[in-house]
């Protein structure tokens, strides 16, 4: 298991309220030994003004997913991580419903991590892939 902590989908969805994530309707939704799982609404939160799902809400849900499951990885006490970059390919427009995403770590060092985020539409197809590197940070 990746993680040292495996907290509850009740948990991780508690410390999101009243921030961005919360707003744009995401919700984490499955956490395993290898990965985290979130949703997100394509609705008005999320679209852009011709109607398509936002690359920039796909950007959202792929920093939430790789920034939650990397701070999992680490002793917060000690540690934090912080969005050093991300890139996200977006494959498939998206017009309603939901996408879902999933994290799975690529690199887990000790002073980078590096996560690849899947997103997919209701029909399970690719919609947008995501990489994100994380600064793993000792607290002074």
Request: hydrophobic letters at 40%; aromatic letters at 4%; a neutral charge.
């Amino acid at each position: 298991m990746i993680f040292l902590s495996l907290p509850s989908l009740d948990q991780l969805n508690l410390t999101s309220q009243n921030t961005m994530v919360s707003f744009l309707g995401i919700e984490f939704t499955s956490i395993g030994q290898n990965y985290l799982e979130a949703t997100m609404p394509v609705d008005t939160r999320t679209k852009q003004p011709i109607g398509l799902l936002h690359g920039g809400a796909n950007v959202v849900l792929a920093e939430t997913l790789g920034s939650v499951a990397s701070s999992l990885t680490i002793d917060t006490k000690k540690y934090s991580c912080v969005g050093l970059e991300i890139n996200a390919n977006h494959l498939k427009a998206v017009r309603e419903g939901k996408v879902t995403g999933i994290a799975k770590p690529i690199h887990l060092g000790k002073s980078t991590q590096v996560w690849e985020i899947k997103i997919f539409n209701l029909e399970d197809q690719l919609c947008c892939i995501s990489r994100i590197t994380m600064a793993i940070l000792e607290k002074k």
